[in-house]
């Protein structure tokens, strides 16, 4: 009766650890971001603004960061971005 108990008990826990084996391991998942304004119509109209983002999945993340700045007569701006996933980068 013992020798069956612990048999049984053997193929059940070699059963958990295969299924174990077999699951994917947890995808960690995150996304941060932030910004910041600012404008004015006192005198001559101005605006600027920047913000930045973050994603990541697994081993998988892509992000990006850009601003702007303007007057009534000129614009500029800007930005950039990465992606990777696995061992490659963009």
């Given at each position: ?30 996304v941060f971001?932030?910004?910041e304004?600012a404008a ?11 913000g ?6 697994g081993d ?9 700045a303007?007057?009534?007569?000129d ?8 992606a ?7």
């Amino acid at each position: 009766m013992k020798s069956k108990l612990a048999k049984a008990a053997l193929t059940a826990a070699a059963a958990l650890a295969l299924a174990g084996a077999a699951t994917p391991a947890f995808a960690h998942t995150g996304v941060f971001g932030g910004g910041e304004f600012a404008a004015s119509a006192n005198g001559q109209p101005f605006l600027a603004a920047e913000g930045f983002g973050v994603a990541k999945a697994g081993d998988t993340a892509a992000g990006e960061l850009g601003g702007v700045a303007m007057t009534s007569e000129d614009i500029m701006g800007g930005g950039a971005g990465f992606a990777h996933a696995g061992n490659v980068g963009m």
